[in-house]
């Protein structure tokens, strides 16, 4: 039967001699699927510039769709999804920058750990019903919690008024 060629960009494989390597190689459906591939491992900012340096598609703009699919010379991308790009850009360079973003003002967790060991030292002192309505004004959730998609049933945080209690639900 002879060897076969593999292609791990178009995944399929044909009959390894010069000529069909040659022909696939050079080919237009292993372009796109080598440059497909590249793409994933391309930044925000190179994604941006790209995008930015193209006019938009009228026909995506008119039917929503185009022919030429993400093959097309022209822009798909609309403007919240350009604004979207350039937070992304700008948060990544802040990122390696190290500097701190404006935006966010929230604490570290080691600052919030702090002022929650303040809090429940404090709460040693107070009565019982100080502290209930201290836990109803102060949430014991830190607030990097609530970026984080998807979380289990168990992990997420109770509503700010507490979770309903049935009074003629049964246990066991």
Request: proline residues 8%.
């Amino acid at each position: 039967m002879g060897k076969r060629y593999y292609c791990d960009y178009c995944e399929r494989s044909f009959q390894d001699n010069m000529h069909n390597r040659k022909k696939h190689l050079f080919g237009v459906q292993h372009q796109r699927a080598k440059k497909a591939w590249f793409d994933h491992f391309r930044g925000y900012s190179e994604i941006l510039k790209d995008e930015q340096a193209k006019k938009p598609c009228r026909k995506y703009l008119q039917r929503g769709m185009c022919d030429f699919g993400p093959s097309c010379r022209f822009s798909h991308m609309s403007e919240a999804e350009m604004f979207n790009l350039q937070r992304k850009v700008q948060d990544e360079r802040w990122r390696l920058e190290g500097s701190e973003d404006p935006r966010k003002a929230e604490p570290s967790v080691e600052v919030w750990l702090s002022a929650r060991e303040k809090r429940r030292s404090g709460r040693v002192s107070k009565g019982a019903q100080d502290e209930r309505e201290e836990d109803r004004t102060q949430s014991d959730v830190p607030p990097q919690i609530f970026s984080i998609p998807d979380l289990p049933p168990s992990l997420v945080p109770p509503p700010p008024g507490g979770w309903k209690v049935d009074s003629n639900g049964q246990w066991g």
